[in-house]
Nanobody
Framework: QVQLVESGGGLVQAGGSLRLSCAAS????????MGWFRQAPGKEREFVGG????????YYADSVKGRFTISRDIAKNTVYLQMNSLKPEDTAVYYC?????????????????WGQGTQVTVSS
């Protein structure tokens, strides 16, 4: 079992930055592939980015590429999502999730464990 807890969400103006955290307990991120997702009101949950545990490679959705970065603190068993140059369309609840297999799929159904989500609101 893995428990995930996101934090770091909030209200920020367009062009600003936020860093989300996803802390894991029960197992370490070193043996799981993890993904960040977001869900805006009335929309489906969408893939934002992911990190493959086998080689540390990261992957991003085109909509956030160049603005968002995933990193990891092994000692704290925490993964971060650094979000820069935020836009109003980035407003959503952000979730972290993990899966045991090394591939980084974009479908939420491919992930086994989820956090509770953290709200990010970007004002124009």
């Amino acid at each position: 079992q893995v428990q995930l807890v996101e934090s770091g969400g909030g209200l920020v103006q367009a062009g600003g930055s936020l860093r989300l955290s996803c802390a894991a307990s029960g197992r370490t991120f070193s043996s799981y592939t993890m993904g960040w997702f977001r869900q805006a009101p009335g929309k489906e949950r969408e893939f934002v980015g992911g990190r493959r545990w086998t080689d540390g490679n990261t992957y991003y959705a085109d909509s956030v590429k160049g603005r968002f970065t995933i990193s990891r603190d092994i000692a704290k068993n925490t993964v971060y999502l650094q979000m820069n140059s935020l836009k109003p369309e980035d407003t959503a609840v952000y979730y972290c999730a993990v899966r045991r297999e090394p591939r980084v799929p974009v479908a939420p159904s491919e992930y086994n464990y989820w956090g509770q989500g953290t709200q990010v609101t970007v004002s124009s």
